[in-house]
């Protein structure tokens, strides 16, 4: 299993930014792709996150992000996206997107991610 984040970044305070996540080798029709950040001094916690199965596909949002995140998926490509608008200061953080292979619930923890991806870094100023 592959997971490659691009899109971070800095930017002002009220401006948007688009994460994506290309995965791979994945065998799996049914699992949870999710995005996860950290901000310096914090507990890494759940931002976002999207089923593959199941036709609209089930999502999760953690409350701060509601109305400003956005989690998507393109079944042809293989990539999740997480545009994210209306940004604050309080949004900056590495951004991880991980897979938990297969899916178990929406709601992730972290003890229920089986695989993590690199990071990329969101500054909001």
């Known amino acids: 299993v592959q997971l490659v984040e691009s899109g971070g970044g800095s930017v002002q305070a009220g401006g948007s930014l688009r994460l994506s996540c290309a995965t791979s080798?994945?065998?799996?029709?049914?699992?949870?792709v999710a995005w996860f950040r950290q901000a310096p001094g914090k507990e890494r916690e759940a931002v976002a996150a999207i089923r593959t199965a199941g036709g609209n596909g089930v999502r999760y949002y953690a409350d701060s992000v509601k109305g400003r995140f956005t989690i998507s998926r393109d079944g042809s490509k293989d990539t999740v996206y997480l545009p994210m608008n209306n940004l604050n200061v309080k949004d900056t953080a590495t951004y991880y997107c991980?897979?938990?292979?297969?899916?178990?619930?929406?709601?992730?923890?972290?003890?229920?991610?089986?695989?993590w991806g690199q990071g990329t870094q969101v500054t909001v100023s």
């Open positions: 991980v897979a938990s292979i297969p899916y178990r619930r929406i709601e992730l923890s972290k003890s229920e991610v089986t695989t």
């Open positions: 080798r994945i065998t799996y029709s049914n699992y949870c």
